[in-house]
């Protein structure tokens, strides 16, 4: 059964551009971006295909900011579809309307309409993401952010010498959103992608691509922080450098206990800062990056790789390949996730909720509903407690913000309809599944437990859920079904993985807690954008608070409109 699914596509997609890098002084700034989106021809495998890029540039221009700096960007959509831009992992305090998933926090930003997301980046540091939200059109829009401490703050780990972005993405050779487009109508899933890349590159083991491979030069004897993001659509990832050790100093922006490893598991979504010595005998080194699924569904299973080069070796001499983990090597992943540990210090602590006002247990299913003019007269489906999430027409924060009625309903259930056992024999049939815009309603300052159970209806799968809005403590994890009298024992209370995004795996579950502080509309959704484009979503809205800085901010003057 296959249950991935592939994109590209070909828009005329107006974006604001990079002003250039400036020089960031002691205090905060107001740091201002335009990214222009265009469509333009850009060649990875045997052939040029026209493309949606930002500024002219696949992957698009990195935003460098520091923390407390104010950031305005000026995004202007000349294309053909709508667009909106999500600023992945940063918090948006009582700011959803900058947020940026499409009807959600806002409606999209129409052809020849431009919008400027406003925003503050407070007590946050490290390298997060930006790109597209709405369709599949991430596939080719999106880039790096870093954001750099306070002046005078140093890393809590040795200072590098160097710092470079790793963007691991996805490449189809066809027009993602015909291809997307294609598979909703059969009721199947879209083509896999062609290729996976670095840096928008896919590496000389493609063919035609020899002159396109990402390279970096190091020099014997310094260290580089290496800050790598997972912008694929519908693949996590392995990732390793031939001959060198990475050791762990961050993840989803904030800091964790440093650990060293020969190769790392990044999901859809997430990040990952690594710094690696340039210790080993000058040669070239490839970098590589190729999917981890453990269970049996078709995907592009071919290895990208970049080039390590140290000064002065010649681009003649032939790179050697890193052994990274077996495509489903689950005992890797589940003991590379249990040495993620936040840093816990008196500067940085880990506030782990340890009393729990709200406990949520949501079961992630897959499944079949009637399509009589789809290939098989079904099409698939994906549900959190058995709903199938249907977007809005409008966004959802501008009708929670006026109190527009019937536009969602907040109902969503803490618990499954039907109690049934989650991993046991495979499932067929979908116990009810039903469709609508339902929400949860939390309570501002409230404490929150989210169980997220894996199923077996159709099949079992990872899924790496992202939450917008928040960090979340992951307090625990494990294969088969969740046990509420014994699994919370063994939760990790002290030093948890503090992240935004998260793995749940094939099979199993994961517990989430959070703090509900920051009131809006919240998007919790699973980041294979193939699971979120079936229904795989749901959101939260978390009350307003008593002060009057509890409360949602007021609605720009240039939010879009539908």
Request: net charge positive; aromatic share 12%.
């Amino acid at each position: 059964m296959a249950i991935r699914g592939t994109f590209f596509s070909g828009l005329t997609l107006l974006f604001i551009g990079f002003l250039g890098f400036v020089c960031i002084p002691a205090e905060a700034a107001t740091k201002k971006y335009q990214f222009d989106v265009q469509v333009k021809n850009v060649s990875r495998l045997c052939h040029a295909k026209p493309i949606v890029t930002v500024n002219g540039r696949f992957p698009g221009p990195t935003i460098f900011v520091k923390e407390g700096d104010r950031v305005q960007i000026n995004v202007t959509n000349h294309a053909q579809y709508n667009m909106s831009i999500h600023w992945h992992g940063l918090k948006q305090y009582r700011n959803g309307w900058a947020d940026g998933p499409a009807y959600i926090t806002q409606c999209p930003v129409q052809t020849g309409s431009n919008y400027v997301y406003d925003f503050n980046v407070t007590g946050q540091r490290g390298t997060l993401w930006w790109h597209a939200h709405i369709l599949w059109l991430r596939a080719t829009v999106y880039g790096a952010i870093v954001i750099l401490p306070k002046q005078g703050v140093p890393f809590p780990f040795p200072q590098p010498n160097r710092e470079q972005t790793i963007l691991l993405g996805e490449w189809w050779n066809t027009d993602v959103e015909e291809v997307v487009k294609e598979g909703t109508n059969l009721g199947v899933p879209p083509n896999m992608s062609d290729a996976h890349t670095i840096n928008g590159k896919p590496g000389p083991l493609f063919p035609c691509s020899e002159k396109y491979t990402f390279a970096m030069e190091v020099e014997l004897g310094k260290t580089y922080l290496l800050r790598i993001i997972n912008a694929a659509l519908n693949d996590e990832l392995f990732f390793a450098i031939a001959g060198h050790n990475m050791t762990v100093v961050e993840i989803d922006a904030v800091y964790t206990k440093p650990f060293t490893t020969q190769a790392l598991l990044i999901a859809p979504g997430q990040t990952t800062n690594v710094l690696v010595q340039a210790n080993q005998v000058p040669n070239r080194y490839f970098m590589a990056a190729r999917p981890f699924i453990d269970v049996p569904i078709p995907i592009d299973n071919r290895t990208a790789t970049a080039i390590l080069q140290y000064k002065g070796i010649p681009n003649t001499i032939l790179p050697k390949l890193p052994i990274l983990p077996a495509s489903n090597d689950s005992s890797f992943v589940m003991s590379y996730n249990k040495k993620l540990r936040s840093l816990n210090t008196p500067t940085y602590p880990a506030n782990v909720p340890l009393k729990v006002d709200r406990k949520l247990f949501y079961t992630i299913g897959l499944g079949r509903n009637d399509c009589p003019t789809c290939v098989n007269g079904t099409r698939l489906t994906a549900s959190l407690n058995n709903i199938s999430f249907v977007m809005p027409q409008i966004g959802l924060l501008q009708a929670h913000y006026f109190n527009t009625k019937g536009v969602f309903r907040t109902d969503f259930p803490d618990k499954p309809p039907t109690p049934f056992n989650y991993t046991g024999a495979p499932l067929t049939a979908n116990l009810g599944t039903i469709q609508g815009t339902r929400l949860s309603k939390i309570a501002f300052n409230s404490t929150v437990e989210l169980v997220l159970q894996d199923t077996s209806l159709l099949t079992v799968e990872s899924h790496p859920f992202h939450l917008h809005g928040y960090n979340f403590f992951v307090v625990g994890t494990g294969i088969g079904n969740f046990d509420p009298a014994k699994d919370p024992a063994k939760y990790n209370l002290v030093d948890p993985p503090e992240r935004n995004t998260v793995g749940v795996p094939t099979g199993g579950w994961t517990a989430i807690r959070f703090l509900a502080d920051n009131p809006g509309v919240w998007f919790l959704h699973c980041h294979l954008e193939l699971h979120t484009g079936w229904g795989l979503k749901t959101a939260f809205v978390v009350e307003d608070g008593p002060g009057k800085d509890q409360t949602i901010l007021p609605p720009p003057k240039d939010l879009p409109q539908c």
